[in-house]
Every structure is written in C-alpha cells, then in structure tokens.
C-alpha cells in the first residue's frame, strides 16, 4: 500500500505518520527527518539545503526527487507513507511516474485540515528531541518531563524555522505551492480530508477508517 498524508504546517502529519508507521507498519518517508539530519552531519547535501529549512521555503524537487528514489529502491515491498510529500504538482508527477516504475500507484491521500489561527498556535509551541529528532508539541503532545525527550532523554528544541516570521512565509508557500495537490489527487478519486483538530489520538482514529 502506497498513502500519502497531506496537510499544512503544523497538521500534525508528522506525529500522524509516526502512529501509522508503529500500528500499521508503513515504512516512513519524511523528507524533513531525512533533510535535517543531512544537516546535522554537515553533508554536502545538507549545506545545499539549510538555508532553505531556515527560510521556511521549499527545497528544489530534483533533490527531493532522488530522495524518494533511493527510498523506493530500498523499502520496494514495504508498504509506505509518504510524510508531507508532494508538495508541488511537480513532486507529485514525478511521484507517480517513479511509483509507476516500481509497480505500487497510490492507494490513498490523507488531507489534514486545520485552521490558520490554530496552524500558529501549535508551531510555535513544536518541539524536537536534538537527538533522535521525536516531535512534540506544548499544547497538544508535551513531554513527560519539561525540555526532555521521552524516548531518549535528549534535550527537546525549537526549530530554527518555528518562528512567526518563518511561519508565514511558510504558510504562503503552502497556499501558493501545495494547494493545487488536492485539486489533482481529488480528480483521480483518491483524496479524503480528515479534521486535525483535537488529540494525536482522536485524529488517528478518523484517519483509520479509511485504512
């Protein structure tokens, strides 16, 4: 099974995937883990693309596109969710005709819906373990104890990008970037939206339903 989880910053995709990915046993294609941890270890790739994620502007689709490759050749018979992307309508093609080559098209988009008002809120109280990378969030995901990963220990931080100024820009990438998707993904009967609102858990179970 092949399912993407749209959404915009914020949605909650992240946490979404993680829960389907430990019940479910997709195998997890996040393009922000894979990014940011080119960037911890300071790889060519990283460099090429920090000032991007700083920015809260959208990485070039040839460097994301070789990533879904090397990911699809590697975990071909696996079932697989796509955390975030697409996020254009390029990304999207070339989604397709790389799935097209492995046999697998996608079986379902999973669209989460949430107000702007509440899009701010929620980033700018996001957390991520500096060690293993886990998300939390203040509001709606906070840590056992304060400032610390639950798995790991490890310190939690705010990302360089969850800032208000990033944030917006971020959004109106979004609008401007992403929306077409739905149009695209709705056309060929595959898109559901499903409410981000509420508990990680409450929005899990609206989104199994259609599993």
Not at 16 to 24: F, G, I, T, V
Not at 77 to 89: A, K
Not at 127 to 143: F, V
Not at 190 to 211: A, C, D, E, N, T
């Amino acid at each position: 099974m092949r399912i993407v989880l749209l959404g915009p910053p914020g949605a909650g995709k992240g946490t979404q995937a993680q829960l389907l990915s430990e019940d479910k046993g997709f195998e997890r294609f996040s393009t922000g883990d894979i990014l940011r941890r080119h960037i911890s270890e300071n790889t060519p790739l990283g460099s090429r693309v920090k000032d991007y994620l700083i920015k809260g502007e959208l990485v070039p689709d040839d460097i994301l596109l070789q990533l879904v490759r090397n990911f699809l050749k590697e975990k071909n018979l696996s079932p697989i969710l796509f955390d975030g992307f697409p996020r254009t309508l390029t990304q999207a093609k070339g989604l397709d005709g790389l799935l097209e080559e492995e046999g697998h098209p996608l079986d379902l988009v999973i669209f989460l819906d949430l107000p702007e008002t509440e899009i701010i809120r929620r980033l700018n109280s996001r957390r991520i373990c500096k060690r293993c990378g886990a998300n939390y969030n203040l509001i709606t995901q906070p840590p056992k104890v304060s400032g610390r990963c639950d798995r790991c220990g490890g310190l939690l931080i705010k990302r360089e990008d969850d800032n208000t100024k990033a944030i917006r820009e971020r959004l109106r990438a979004y609008r401007e970037r992403t929306s077409p998707l739905y149009e695209y993904y709705e056309r060929r009967g595959i898109l559901i939206k499903v409410s981000g609102m509420g508990s990680p858990l409450q929005v899990y179970k609206r989104i199994i339903r259609f599993l």
